[in-house]
């Protein structure tokens, strides 16, 4: 059963509305996502953890999923869907073994030899980015583009989820290079309605489908 949207997004605080993780999730749901993560960098374990079971209790009553951004023990805790895992976190065989095998298990690449080495993972999508310049990680990878995804993305028949700088004004190009879903941060987060942003990002790919 296909678990990505076309638009996959991601909490992040702070926002230029000041919503907390849980307020994000909330409008992500509202604007009929099923798939998302939380992307938590700085905040209180125990605080964190309250806010992911309060996200855990609205996706139950949905039937929706989301995934925790490195942290496998957070997302043990609040009976996530699984884990997202960078380059530095732990190793997959690990997470895997912790989470088990029904989990969903992301896995981010920034180059095409990681994500060469990433294509015999035991993951279910692989993110690859930046595509484009990241406002959220400005600097720490050189954008791949377009081009290299296609290239990468015909690699492999596991989905790849596209990730950095991707707007409204250019998910189309990153869907038709290859990408399942097109993972957004700032495009949404700071918008001043992310559940109509969003509900942009699903018209523009009905309209490409259709």
Known sequence: MPFLD???PLTHCPNALGASHS???????DAGC?????????IPDRLLHSEILQIAAACRKLEARFLINDRVDLALAADAAGAHLGQNDLPVA?????LGKEAII?????????????????????ALGPIFESPTKRGENPP???RTLARLAAMTKLPVVAIGGITLESATEVWESGAASVAVISDIVASR??????RQYF???ARRLG
């Open 193 to 198: 309605d992310p559940t109509a942003r969003i």
């Open 23 to 29: 307020a994000l999730a909330t409008s992500f749901l």
């Open 203 to 205: 018209e523009l790919a």
């Open 144 to 146: 791949v583009g377009c």
């Open 94 to 98: 690990v997470a895997r073994r912790l």
């Open 34 to 42: 099923r798939f998302f993560q939380i992307r938590a960098k700085d």
């Open 106 to 126: 992301g896995f981010s690449t920034h180059s095409e030899q990681q994500f060469l080495d990433a294509l015999g993972e035991d993951v279910d999508y692989l």
């Open 6 to 8: 076309p638009v996959y």
